[in-house]
């Protein structure tokens, strides 16, 4: 409660944002919050976690019907991740703004978080079934394990988190593809996230959702008697 009402103020904020405004967002006291953190910091270095966290952004690819047609599982997906990706920039670059974020300084990184909660390669699937190459389906964590702690590239394992979700919107069309469902979402998240870097000036715009996807699927060349 008191990350999800501090997240925006930090955004609008950056380290600036105090304890008491946080307090009036959730709704509580302002000595409610030093009962879960220690202070400010403690509280600030929670928003970075959830922020760059991919908990939130997994549990919205797993809520995408797998009986939509491909093509729309993955306009989903890429809405999803680009919220996802907006407001970790926000976050972070607003911290980093008012100097919260110093290098050296350290900050969250997949470690497990100052209440005890599970790592977040502990994470459980959708249903149980094991995956085609050996790791554990959707009820078990995407790496098989469960809370074991994290790799060394907490980077990595976040990408790797992201790429599994998509895998297993792709998966029911896997006969279909020319690469296997780990290529195709490896494919999916690099346009994706090269779509979200700022353009440079003057450049074209960045391909839309649609666009993405459909250079992904189809191609860049038109079909025979297509206007795609």
Excluded: N, W
Excluded at 1 to 22: D, F, K, N, R, W
Excluded at 38 to 58: F, I, N, P, R, S
Excluded at 159 to 171: K, M, N, Q, T, Y
Excluded at 191 to 204: N, V
């Amino acid at each position: 409660m008191v990350v999800a009402a501090a997240l925006p103020l930090v955004a609008e904020y950056g380290a600036a944002v105090t304890t008491s405004q946080i307090a009036r967002a959730a709704g509580i006291g302002e000595a409610t919050i030093f009962r879960a953190f220690k202070d400010k910091d403690e509280v600030l270095d929670a928003c970075v976690a959830e922020a760059v966290g991919t908990d939130h952004v997994l549990r919205e690819l797993a809520t995408i019907s797998l009986d939509e047609p491909l093509d729309v599982r993955l306009t989903e997906a890429a809405e999803a991740l680009r919220a996802h990706m907006e407001r970790m920039g926000t976050v972070v670059g607003a911290l980093h703004a008012s100097g919260h974020l110093r290098p050296g300084r350290g900050g969250p990184d997949g470690r497990e978080g100052r209440d005890g909660r599970e790592g977040r390669d502990g994470r459980e699937g959708r249903d149980g079934r094991e995956s085609r190459d050996g790791r554990g389906g959707r009820d078990e964590g995407r790496d098989g394990q469960h809370g074991a702690g994290p790799p060394p590239d907490a980077r990595a394992q976040s990408f790797l988190a992201l790429r599994d979700g998509v895998v297993e919107l792709i998966e029911p069309d896997r006969d279909a593809c020319r690469l296997s469902p780990e290529k195709v979402a490896t494919a999916f998240l690099g346009l994706l996230f090269t779509r979200l870097h700022t353009p440079a000036p003057g450049a074209e715009a960045p391909l839309s959702p649609e666009e993405l996807i459909a250079v992904l699927l189809h191609g860049s060349f038109k079909h025979p008697g297509s206007d795609r």
